[in-house]
DNA sequence: TTTTAAAGTGTAAATTGTACACTTCAAGCT
DNA sequence: AGCTTGAAGTGTACAATTTACACTTTAAAA
């Protein structure tokens, strides 16, 4: 390397002095509106539901389209889709995660738009919808049509999120009631996964991870053998949750 | 429910009435600036490196920065993260996947930018990097210091995502040459997740998978016993990939 | 009291995971 | 050529987990 007179040390050599004004820097970059939609499931009638209102575009007239907002000035992704829950909804600490971001410059008829999908797992009954809200209500996850927007294409990324995420993480109990029986718990996984599971095989591999507390109560208003009732031991989970280490493809 | 007079079905009763100009819609919204960041993750002397260069803020004087820009007029994410890796790497069709949103309001301190954090993951030998960029180069994993920015929270985020993901998909080939010993293909995991495994057992798995294709090749420039060198049959895994179904948390 | 429908329960076989040690081979050195 | 070095390559016994499968019990309703 030829060293050029005057030049001492490798900082000297760099090419791009250091930026000092870090808000003029930001200036420069093009700017977008954000937005966030929620992916509220429910489960209800041994259906996974997705919460939906009507489309408030002309454009999309009669079509159905997710809960979401824009984002506001210096508000958290995650308060906003908090947010939005607690406008719709009216309940505050919703099991809520972040899934993806959708990006299409065309997914919006009015223009650029970005939105972050978020998923929302709640208890149907905890909540009153205020149904005077576009037509707010619950749709069964398998007969969806109509979607505005990329909401379709939402939902279905959404999904595929959710039904990977309860096989290795305990949500399903966020979408039961506190008190729930085994045979709604195995409902729940088999609408999730659409999948048929075998009774005796689910509840003993749920009684040896030992997670769930014998409520004493049982069922009522049904016309046979109510079941027990159980809760869902959020404590102990956390204290003893395994780290997962084992390869498979 | 009282009827007005002069009303005759529910979607009169509607209270808002349908948005006819969506763009005016959205130029209502707050308009925000936003990135994408890369975490390139690397294998090499048996270690996970993350690509770095130096930030070239003032304020950051001296501290490391992923590799990251702005996002353009229209671009879709995916595509600008894919640039900034072949404008950084030199390299296309490198694997690339979208991690998180950070939208901390003060992350930057320019004002607010969201940035979306990308994983990929490259094989060293297989890229040229332009070292005349801001001392580009590879960083041990384990031993970062001095991040700008929320850079140091983004990488642990994408690198507890890249210990799940390399578990349950078959990601870590990327990081390999594509034709590699079983020790290397088991270092590379017992580096990524930090743990030791068993030399038999990890090879019975492997080989009871049956996506090693044996190339008849031996390893070069050991001394001692070469081992065979195997490549990942992803054709053959895309065909047979199992859909996965089974609770454990 | 009988009927109905789901709750509740156990075992054997197959599969998968785990722990563990010696032989083989090529390269490098003398 | 023979010896040394260091990792490659290999198998088995045991434990743990998963799977398939059928009868008895219980409360409510008729």
Same mark, same amino acid.
């Given at each position: 390397?030829?060293?050029?007179? #005057?030049?001492?040390?490798?900082?000297?050599?760099?090419?791009?002095?250091?930026?000092?004004?870090?808000?003029?820097?930001?200036?420069?970059?093009?700017?977008?509106?954000?937005?966030?939609?929620?992916?509220?499931?429910?489960?209800?009638?041994?259906? @996974? !539901?997705? @919460?939906?209102?009507?489309?408030?575009?002309?454009?999309? *007239?009669?079509?159905?389209?997710?809960?979401?907002?824009?984002?506001?000035?210096?508000?958290?992704?995650? +308060?906003?889709?908090?947010?939005?829950?607690?406008?719709?909804? #009216?309940?505050?600490?919703?099991?809520?995660?972040?899934?993806?971001?959708?990006?299409?410059? +065309?997914?919006?008829? #009015?223009?650029?738009?970005?939105?972050?999908?978020?998923?929302?797992? =709640?208890?149907?009954?905890?909540?009153?919808?205020?149904?005077?809200?576009?037509?707010?209500?619950?749709?069964?996850?398998?007969?969806?049509?109509?979607?505005?927007? +990329?909401?379709? /294409?939402?939902?279905?990324?959404?999904?595929?999120?959710? /039904?990977?995420?309860?096989?290795?993480?305990?949500?399903?109990?966020?979408?039961?009631?506190? *008190?729930?029986?085994?045979?709604? @718990?195995?409902?729940?996984?088999?609408?999730?996964?659409?999948?048929?599971?075998?009774?005796?095989?689910?509840?003993?591999?749920?009684?040896?991870?030992?997670?769930?507390?014998?409520?004493?109560?049982?069922?009522?208003?049904?016309?046979?053998?109510?079941?027990? =009732?159980? /809760?869902?031991?959020?404590? !102990?989970?956390?204290?003893?949750?395994?780290?997962?280490? #084992?390869?498979?493809?």
């Amino acid at each position: 390397m030829i060293i050029e007179p #005057g030049i001492v040390n490798d900082s000297e050599i760099k090419a791009t002095p250091l930026i000092t004004d870090a808000k003029k820097l930001i200036d420069s970059y093009p700017l977008v509106p954000i937005t966030v939609d929620c992916v509220i499931f429910g489960f209800d009638e041994n259906e @996974l !539901k997705v @919460l939906l209102i009507r489309s408030d575009l002309e454009i999309f *007239k009669e079509k159905w389209s997710l809960l979401g907002d824009a984002v506001k000035e210096n508000e958290v992704l995650d +308060d906003a889709a908090n947010r939005v829950l607690r406008e719709r909804t #009216g309940m505050d600490d919703v099991y809520l995660e972040q899934v993806k971001v959708f990006s299409q410059p +065309d997914r919006h008829p #009015g223009g650029r738009v970005l939105t972050v999908a978020y998923c929302s797992l =709640l208890n149907i009954e905890h909540h009153q919808l205020k149904k005077m809200d576009n037509e707010l209500h619950w749709h069964s996850i398998k007969h969806l049509i109509d979607m505005a927007f +990329d909401h379709q /294409q939402i939902i279905d990324d959404c999904y595929g999120w959710l /039904q990977k995420r309860i096989q290795e993480h305990p949500l399903g109990f966020n979408l039961l009631p506190e *008190k729930f029986s085994l045979r709604e @718990l195995q409902n729940l996984y088999e609408a999730i996964l659409d999948i048929k599971m075998d009774r005796r095989n689910f509840r003993k591999k749920f009684f040896a991870m030992d997670f769930l507390i014998d409520t004493g109560e049982l069922e009522d208003d049904v016309p046979h053998r109510p079941g027990k =009732l159980y /809760q869902f031991d959020f404590q !102990k989970y956390s204290r003893t949750k395994k780290k997962w280490s #084992g390869i498979d493809f």
